[in-house]
């Protein structure tokens, strides 16, 4: 028998293999208390760092498609480039973390061997090509995000976050295999590409399409916090540890929508189909927008407002499925880099205003600008970009967005495109409701704890700058690298 395929594939996922070994190597030094908790931080760092680096050789040399594991994985630049950013994400939130976390009394190893485990699920879901692996790795992002939820187990509502986690999670999981098991059912496949060609030549009434792509779209959905799947989202966001908020918000959520694309590729292709499933699509975009946006307006706790926050630009970045081309799919990966990094700068000052000064709300932050004005002003750097407005690079990703969806003009994407702005000016509210309470507000005498970890700042600021500089820089290059990175 011929297994050249495995010593293909092993050889072509060496970043997958280091974070594996790396895993379990940070677990087995966790065993000697004479190593400290900064020893084992830097490894997991290094580990990062070193799956970081493989994987930029590759996506530079890289060309063409690979399929490794007798059509399990799909080895391209679209996987390639998830890769590299969920690395990245990683990174950044370890980084972060360590002020946190060094002081915990457990779960300061679980936290790093399960972010290399999340990291490592994210990257196979950008990557699977059939049923079971998107299943499995679904799975497995899902297991590590529930116990990371949980880790502070004094913490009452990080136990009821972390419950309500798995029970939305076992839910949405189960229906989503309900659909995929019909598609298997019908077609006797489980690759995507596979069942996309079968049904291409099948003649099947649309309710059998609608069905299945609802029942699918449940599992996907859960993890990318669109409505009517977003129940968890705010209870989860506000009960887990900030870090790991910080990490769900980008990482697991961007992973959803890659894993998304690959099998909207592969099942309904870019040309025609004998169903229209971007109706769906609408539908939940609208909504997202509409009940994160104006459920954010009520909010007062800063992390439940980032919660309601994230999922109207789930909505907005659900709005690619409109048109599915190229263009749409780069400007999702370009607006994927710009989500992660304005969405990580500012849980990185959150993080700052709960361990440092004691504020978890609008309300006790009013004031503050005048003892931390330079937090202040990151922290409306990276609000006025999830906004969208124009010098930030939020501006930027969304007008990509609108212009690669509005192209094919139509009554719908019409319509889309008119919430999408109007539930953008609606999120100037709530934004700028933090930034007029720091700046505009007379508030109490702020006493810092302790002084703020470099760690926290350097990040902040380099985000902060990366959030502005894209406007004095040529960004093009990015979008178009994104570009030819899409499927």
């Not at 290094?46 to 498609?65: E, K, P, V």
């Not at 798995?166 to 989503?176: E, F, K, L, T, V």
């Not at 792509?213 to 916090?225: D, E, P, Q, T």
């Not at 919430?419 to 007029?436: D, E, H, N, P, R």
């Amino acid at each position: 028998m011929d297994y050249n395929w495995i010593e293909t594939g092993l050889q072509l996922s060496r970043p997958e293999l280091l974070i594996i070994g790396g895993t379990v190597a940070v677990i087995m030094l966790s065993i000697f208390k004479q190593l400290s908790r900064t020893f084992l931080f830097l490894c997991s760092c290094a580990i990062l760092i070193g799956a970081g680096y493989i994987t930029l050789l590759d996506i530079q040399s890289y060309t063409g498609q690979t399929i490794l594991f007798k059509g399990a994985i799909g080895y391209d630049k679209f996987s390639l480039f998830f890769k590299m950013l969920f690395i990245a994400i990683a990174f950044i939130t370890m980084l972060f973390s360590y002020p946190v976390i060094k002081n915990w009394t457990s779960g300061f190893v679980e936290f790093l061997s399960l972010l290399l485990c999340c990291t490592l699920g994210m990257i196979y879901m950008a990557s699977s090509r059939t049923f079971l692996m998107m299943f499995l790795n679904l799975e497995f992002v899902s297991i590590t995000s529930y116990i990371m939820a949980g880790l502070l187990r004094h913490n009452k509502k990080s136990i009821e976050a972390s419950l309500k986690y798995i029970i939305y999670g076992a839910g949405s999981s189960g229906i989503m295999l309900f659909g995929m098991s019909f598609l298997y059912a019908i077609t006797g496949s489980i690759d995507v590409y596979t069942v996309g060609n079968t049904l291409r030549h099948l003649d099947l009434p649309n309710s059998f399409y609608l069905i299945t792509s609802i029942l699918i779209l449940a599992g996907f959905a859960y993890k990318m916090a669109i409505v009517p799947f977003h129940m968890w989202c705010p209870d989860v966001y506000e009960g887990a540890p900030t870090p790991v908020t910080a990490f769900f918000s980008t990482g697991p959520k961007i992973a959803g929508f890659a894993m998304m694309i690959r099998f909207v590729d592969g099942v309904f292709g870019k040309g025609s189909s004998p169903f229209e499933w971007q109706l769906i699509f609408i539908i939940v975009s609208v909504l997202s927008m509409l009940i994160g946006n104006l459920t954010a307006l009520q909010q007062n706790n800063l992390k439940r407002l980032m919660a309601y926050s994230g999922i109207a630009h789930a909505g907005y970045m659900a709005l690619i499925f409109l048109t599915f081309t190229q263009d749409s799919i780069g400007s999702l990966l370009f607006y994927s880099v710009i989500y992660s990094i304005m969405n990580l700068g500012a849980f990185i000052t959150i993080i700052i205003l709960e361990k440092y000064y004691n504020i978890d709300n609008i309300q006790s932050s009013a004031g503050f600008a005048y003892t931390n004005p330079f937090l202040a002003i990151c922290l409306s750097i990276f609000m006025f970009s999830l906004v969208g407005l124009p010098p930030f690079a939020g501006f930027f990703s969304k007008l990509l967005v609108f212009m690669s969806v509005i192209k094919p003009l139509n009554y719908l994407t019409l319509f889309a495109i008119l919430v999408a702005v109007i539930t953008t000016v609606i999120s100037l509210f709530y934004y700028v409701k933090i930034i007029g309470a720091m700046f505009l507000k007379q508030g109490g005498n702020f006493t810092i704890t302790e002084r703020v970890s470099l760690i926290l700042n350097a990040p902040m600021a380099i985000l902060a700058l990366a959030t502005v500089a894209i406007f004095i820089t040529d960004w093009d290059w990015l979008f178009e690298f994104c570009k030819s990175c899409s499927l």
